[in-house]
């Protein structure tokens, strides 16, 4: 699906702007962190705009939900260091992410291992199991920026 | 006849009374519940407000004749005149809103009605949060409904400090208590008003209804 497009491809950009030297590079890693972080959010929403309907689409949320695992995989290299609000680009990301690397890191394994369990629902395409797990993982989405992500 | 008799003269119907303090109540519960995290109150508010100005709407144009839309919204014109005779003493007060004062009524509304709309279709960061009607809109344009509903809060604000500050001016320049007149409906004037009706509360229990439903219908998402 196309979320899932846009979310390799940012993935994708990511990781090849991570293995440069930052600095100049960090606005370029920041953007395509928030670019993936976007479509995160909107294959989250073609989840919940389909469990809400009389009749959901499975193959939308399995297509969804498989994006959202993958790059749950994919996020840990989304945060290299100098990219934070050191170096003076817009970002949300708050300098605890650095500070705090263990309990960002424990955030985002809480997020991999929900994001998983979503994937893995999604392929069963039992509702039953889909619905709690759709809850369970944004849970961890709003668990992690709750504390690492400056309100904006 | 004496100079300064004044009569007790009934001007506000309970319908509008009710709707005022409550839509006051509500901005600030609306407020608080995101403020500590509790969307689910939030989107009830949120209803109860729509539910509000649907009935607001319906009374402005339906109800009794303080209440109407056609009685206090009034070209430039009458707004310049009132506005010469506002530093002015003496000024007898007028039953009902009064020029200026109308088109506060009509930006407070408008902003309330934009707040609301908005929030219905308002996506939050995490994609669990959001409006009953976001499902309609990318998660794009949702995030940007989210913006706009926090700058028409900041809008919605700057007038209610207005409308705040105006009735404070009336209370201590002019002496004239408005809000124990939006309270019990009754205010001192100089003579019994002319054409003043008020609407049967029949009417009032149709626009309830109507508010009722409309709510309903948003509530599941635009589906009957
Ligand atoms: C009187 C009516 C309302 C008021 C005064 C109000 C006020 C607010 C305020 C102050 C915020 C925080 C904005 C920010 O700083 O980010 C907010 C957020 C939000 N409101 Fe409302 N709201 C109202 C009605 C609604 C309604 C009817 C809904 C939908 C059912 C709604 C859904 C939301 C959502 C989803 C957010 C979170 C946006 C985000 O996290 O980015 N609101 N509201």
């Known amino acids: 699906m196309k979320a899932g497009w846009v979310g390799a491809a940012a993935a994708l950009a990511v990781t090849l702007t991570a293995g440069v030297a930052l600095g100049q590079g960090a606005a370029d890693v920041i953007k395509a962190r928030q670019q993936g972080y976007k479509a995160q959010g909107a294959a989250f929403k073609t989840i919940n705009d389909e469990l809400k309907k009389k009749d959901p689409n499975i193959g939308a949320i399995r297509s969804s939900a498989k994006a959202i695992a993958e790059t749950a995989t994919t996020q840990y290299r989304w945060f290299p260091r100098g990219s934070g609000p050191e170096s003076g680009a817009k970002t949300a990301a708050k300098a605890e992410i650095w500070t705090d690397a263990a309990g960002f890191a424990a955030a985002q394994k809480a997020f991999q291992a929900e994001a998983q369990k979503l994937g893995q629902a999604a392929a069963s395409g039992d509702l039953k199991a889909i619905r709690p797990q759709v809850g369970a993982t944004g849970k961890t989405c709003a668990g992690c920026h709750n504390k690492y992500r400056v309100k904006t | ?224």
């Open chain 2, 1 to 224: 006849m004496k100079a300064d008799a004044k009569i007790r003269v009934r001007l506000w119907d309970a319908p509008t009374r009710l709707v005022h303090w409550s839509l006051v109540v509500l901005v600030g519960v609306s407020w608080w519940t995101h403020e500590i995290g509790r969307m689910d109150w939030h989107r009830w508010s949120g209803y109860a407000v729509l539910g509000l100005l649907v009935f607001r709407l319906f009374w402005g144009v339906f109800g009794g004749t303080t209440a109407r839309f056609s009685s206090f919204v009034k070209g430039p014109r009458a707004v310049a005149a009132y506005v010469r005779t506002l530093f002015a003493p003496g000024q007898a007060a007028l039953p009902g809103h009064n020029p200026l004062g109308g088109w506060a009524i009509v930006a407070m509304l408008a902003a309330l009605i934009c707040q609301v709309t908005f929030g219905l279709f308002a996506v939050d960061v995490d994609g669990i949060e959001s409006g009953p009607l976001s499902q309609y809109v990318s998660f794009d344009l949702g995030r940007s409904f989210a913006e706009w509903h926090e700058l028409s809060f900041n809008v919605l604000l700057a007038l209610i400090a207005l409308h705040v500050l105006a009735v404070v001016f009336y209370l201590v320049a002019k002496r004239e208590n408005l809000v124990s007149a939006m309270v019990t409906g009754r205010r001192l004037l100089d003579s019994e008003p002319k054409d003043i009706r008020f609407a049967p509360p029949g009417l009032a229990l149709l626009g309830a209804a109507l508010a009722a439903a409309v709510v309903w219908i948003v509530m599941k998402g635009g589906r009957l």
